[in-house]
């Protein structure tokens, strides 16, 4: 597709369980953003990817998230010992450049999350 | 640190009336400023962009929105809704070279006919 792709777009899990969270960002583009989205809020940043590795990961929540980019292509959040405040929708997006700023972000629909 | 308000986390008009959504924002910095709008079950895209230059940006769709600086603000503004503008809207923030967008909470724009 020409767009960028999440998957799952809707996954149930049990407190305590591994989860991991794929995104496949528009063909060529360099940079790769993960936000997470709670009910009510907006967006909230997690980690930037520039190429294969992380240029930014100041918004992980703590150290049970992890993403990684292997190949500069394909992301994967990762999420260790869910808890219940994990649940939200996850954003991925990606753009051309580096510097989201003057560049345009294109998003995914999300992944939601939700942690019983 | 940067950090965005919007005003309003409903806003209601009458199809053919103002769109008027308000967002302020703080920074340390000059900022680059956003509108973003996410239609029920779509992805959120880019409706307009302030980075330098002209302080009256236009977006698509007939969004326009202007920087002031004297009162941190980055309003949007549609002279005459439709039904399709119905949708959730997210001003945001970040500063030059930055690569972390800041977002405001959204306001729900809801379209009466």
């Known amino acids: 597709g020409a767009g960028v792709s999440q998957t799952p777009s809707n996954k149930v899990t049990e407190k305590g369980k591994y989860v991991e969270l794929r995104c496949d960002p528009i063909?060529?583009?360099?940079?790769l953003y993960w936000y997470r989205q709670s009910l009510g809020q907006g967006p909230e940043f997690l980690i930037y990817?520039?190429?294969?590795?992380?240029?930014?990961d100041s918004g992980l929540p703590n150290d049970r998230f992890f993403a990684v980019r292997p190949e500069g292509s394909v992301s994967t959040l990762k999420i260790q010992r869910t808890e219940r405040g994990d649940s939200a929708v996850y954003l991925c997006?990606?753009?051309?450049?580096?510097?989201?700023?003057?560049?345009?972000?294109?998003f995914g629909e999300g992944s939601r999350l939700t942690v019983l | 640190a940067q950090s965005v308000t919007q005003l309003g986390s409903h806003v209601s008009v009458s199809e053919g009336a103002l769109v008027l959504l308000r967002c302020n924002y703080s920074?340390?910095?000059?900022?680059?400023l956003f509108w973003y709008v996410q239609y029920p079950n779509q992805g959120l895209q880019l409706l307009l962009k302030y980075t330098t230059g002209a302080t009256l940006v236009k977006g698509i769709n007939g969004f326009e929105a202007e920087f002031k600086k004297s009162e941190t603000s980055f309003h949007l503004t549609k002279p005459s809704a439709h039904m399709s503008d119905a949708a959730e809207y997210f001003c945001a923030v970040t500063m030059e070279y930055g690569n972390k967008l800041v977002f405001g909470a959204g306001t729900i724009l809801r379209v009466k006919s």
């Open positions: 063909s060529g583009h360099t940079a």
């Open positions: 920074s340390s910095v000059p900022p680059y």
């Open positions: 997006a990606s753009s051309l450049h580096a510097g989201g700023n003057t560049g345009e972000l294109f």
């Open positions: 990817f520039q190429g294969t590795g992380a240029a930014d």
